[in-house]
């Protein structure tokens, strides 16, 4: 009888018995049908589909099993050929054949028409004895067969392990320490003593089955058992591996394919390692804010003092939208014209690229951000359905999610950050003794540097960056934008006014008799006429208008009014000479104390900012405090925000613009918005005044009296 095909008298296993093969029947259309006789039961029969049979996992016929060979290398020669012996042995209880070509005589022992199943064990265990083998009894031939059923010649081999820790200490202790420590990388709370946790495990068994039904291990094994249970879960390691492994989303994980660009942008903020001096000798950090082209590896960033605000949102996707034009000093080769991309081509179609340095220009798509607050507000949600740019969120503390932005930080820091004075390394750590001491940049220069480097990036060949054509070459960000533009095609999208402002924080105020007021400020003008008291139909609000603002220009706001944004000045605007930030206004709400009614509050707060910034223009001596307000506040200025195209030029308007474009000197004197000096509170005196007062009485500096700069709020 052969193992390898289903005959008439031939033991299966079927649903954990024995069964005897009585009869077989293929000639219906319905197909096979097979009949198992119970070896055990006497006139016990039943009748089984053929396939359905076969197909069921529990079914077993004694069909040849392959040696897996890859396990049987890892035992010694020893332990294989006993493994191949017991094999033998088994097969000729079960079919009568030692062999598996099933050849050959068949001892009267071993004839299964003869004899049972339970008879031929027994005869197999005193040949073997007979034979010398040591501890053989029926039922070791029994548990062969089991094994061999199970897992083939593998199964056959003996293996000795020891308990381990986990399989020795209560089932109960462990279940609570595999519900705590999840929750505690969750929360992403910092690592304490393990005594903590064996009081928390205490009272988590205590909760969940009673006061003293469970008794915890001695502290010893309770701390072995802690960080058996820690390697288990994978949560072993630093906070932040911690966090990382128990937040990342179950694999298997799946490449995200991108075949536009633009099709798929990562947003994300970061401190930047790298010092920089303030103002007046105030060293401190910048933050960083980035956006990612997954399909060109494309990257764009804006740099602020730490904290980011929806400006910086704006300013990004506007940096993306937007040409960069060539600076003066840079190399012919970063520009566009010298690029492999289709310039003369693209310049057809858009004037603004004749110009312009090496760096795509896109219209993202799919924004992918963390859940930030400036990220997720409503206020970023809307402009970008306003923009038609889909806002996919992730999953709080995910990295994973965002590989590529959280990988492009990396390549920031080797690239750019670590060749700088004032770099910090990644963490304490990794930070040098004397840092602080290094000749280090100003936030203007280093925003130059920044910029310049961004043009390199889109020159260095990228890993990640392969063409079907030309799988062993890496690209570069541009040749993969420049390979990517036929298929895609190129569509200028000039930016209006509005675009920015929907950028911009929002606030839901009433219009009054005398206008918006929040912060301490009011803002009135001719188009909240016919609007004042009134509702603005937005019932969610309970009526009240939708305003937006700048933070780095509080001295105006915008208003949606029926016929769209109208743009709304400060009351006191004239009262202050020099431009400011909510950093400054903030400080001077601080050290004010309100000593009257609302209105004469307001006006001592504009006079005493008025006196603080020519303070500040004018080089006074400054506390502490009051030098890192003004340090933040130049920080705050250091990027230029590309002009729109059309509509209302919101981010280009001189005096008191929009706060991010230019370095402002203060107004001339003989402006009819600014007050005369004899009904100043505060009047500078001559030397502050002759400070003041630009070469050319512009209002706002080029680059090329950059020297002459008052201070950038």
């Not at 928390?200 to 205590?206: F, I, P, S, V």
């Not at 289709?342 to 004037?351: G, N, S, T, W």
């Not at 303070?615 to 933040?632: I, N, T």
Request: proline letters at 7%; aromatic letters at 6%; glycine letters at 8%.
């Amino acid at each position: 009888m052969s193992r390898r095909s289903l005959d008439v008298g031939a033991v299966v296993h079927h649903g954990g018995r024995a069964w005897r093969v009585a009869g077989i029947e293929g000639a219906l259309a319905s197909g096979g049908r097979i009949w198992l006789a119970d070896p055990e039961e006497e006139g016990g029969l039943a009748v089984f589909d053929l396939a359905a049979l076969v197909a069921d996992p529990s079914f077993d016929c004694g069909r040849l099993r392959v040696p897996q060979v890859g396990l049987l290398s890892t035992v010694s020669e020893e332990q294989q050929w006993r493994a191949f012996a017991i094999e033998r042995h088994v097969r000729e209880v079960e079919t009568g054949f030692p062999t598996a070509d099933g050849e050959g005589p068949v001892k009267p022992q071993y004839d299964p028409h003869s004899t049972t199943l339970a008879d031929r064990e027994q005869a197999k265990a005193d040949e073997l004895a007979a034979q010398g083998w040591k501890n053989v009894s029926r039922a070791t031939v029994r548990r062969w067969r089991e094994r061999y059923r199970r897992g083939g010649v593998w199964g056959l081999v003996p293996k000795r392990r020891g308990s381990t820790l986990l399989d020795r200490a209560d089932a109960r202790v462990v279940e609570a320490m595999r519900a705590l420590l999840p929750l505690e990388a969750l929360r992403s709370r910092s690592r304490g003593w393990k005594k903590r946790m064996r009081r928390e495990t205490q009272w988590w068994l205590e909760e969940h089955y009673g006061v003293g039904t469970v008794e915890l291990p001695p502290p010893s094994t309770f701390n072995k058992l802690l960080g058996t249970v820690e390697v288990s879960l994978g949560l072993q390691g630093t906070v932040m591996q911690r966090r990382a492994r128990v937040s990342r989303p179950e694999p298997p994980f799946k490449p995200t394919l991108v075949l536009r660009p633009g099709e798929w942008v990562i947003l994300d903020s970061t401190p930047l390692d790298v010092l920089v001096v303030l103002d007046d000798g105030v060293v401190g950090r910048l933050e960083l804010t980035t956006a990612l082209c997954v399909a060109t590896r494309g990257l764009w960033g804006v740099l602020r003092p730490a904290g980011s605000k929806l400006t910086d949102i704006s300013v990004l996707l506007a940096q993306m939208m937007t040409p960069l034009v060539m600076r003066p000093g840079w190399a012919d080769c970063l520009s566009m014209a010298a690029s492999v991309v289709p310039h003369e081509r693209l310049v057809a179609v858009d004037e603004r690229l004749k110009d312009a340095a090496a760096r795509p220009v896109i219209m993202p798509e799919t924004v992918v951000v963390d859940q930030g607050k400036v990220f997720v507000s409503p206020a970023t949600r809307a402009a970008c359905e306003s923009l038609g740019i889909s806002l996919q969120p992730v999953p709080p503390a995910n990295g994973p999610a965002k590989a590529h932005g959280e990988r492009g930080f990396g390549s920031i820091n080797s690239l750019f950050c670590q060749w700088l004075p004032g770099y910090t390394g990644s963490h304490v750590g990794e930070r040098g003794s004397k840092v602080e001491q290094e000749p280090l940049h100003t936030a203007a220069e280093l925003q130059g540097l920044w910029e310049e480097f961004l043009v390199h990036w889109h020159h260095r060949p990228h890993e990640g960056l392969r063409h079907p054509l030309m799988p062993q070459k890496a690209l570069t960000p541009n040749q993969m934008w420049a390979a990517l533009l036929p298929v895609t095609g190129y569509v200028p999208v000039p930016l209006a006014s509005d675009d920015f402002v929907e950028l911009l924080p929002v606030r839901w105020q009433a219009i009054t008799d005398t206008g918006i007021r929040f912060d301490y400020r009011t803002y009135d003008g001719e188009c909240l006429n016919g609007h004042r008291g009134e509702d603005s139909g937005v019932q969610s609000k309970g009526g009240l208008w939708e305003v937006h603002y700048n933070p780095y220009d509080p001295v105006r706001i915008w208003v949606r009014l029926p016929e769209g944004f109208r743009e709304v000045s400060w009351i006191h605007a004239t009262s202050v000479s020099l431009p400011f930030t909510h950093h400054v206004w903030e400080h001077i709400c601080r050290t004010i104390t309100p000593a009257g009614s609302r209105e004469e509050h307001e006006a001592e707060l504009a006079l005493a900012l008025d006196n603080f910034l020519k303070r500040a223009s004018g080089k006074a001596k400054l506390s502490a405090s009051e030098r890192r307000v003004v340090a933040k506040s130049r920080a705050s200025g250091a990027v230029p925000v590309p002009v729109p195209e059309s509509g209302l030029d919101v981010l280009g308007v001189s005096a008191l613009s929009f706060g991010l474009a230019g370095v402002f000197d203060e107004a001339d004197v003989d402006d009819e918005t600014v007050p005369d000096e004899a009904n100043d509170v505060y009047p500078p005196d001559s030397d502050e005044a002759e400070a003041d007062q630009s070469v050319d009485d512009s209002r706002i500096l080029t680059d090329t009296n950059v020297e002459q700069d008052q201070w950038l709020l």
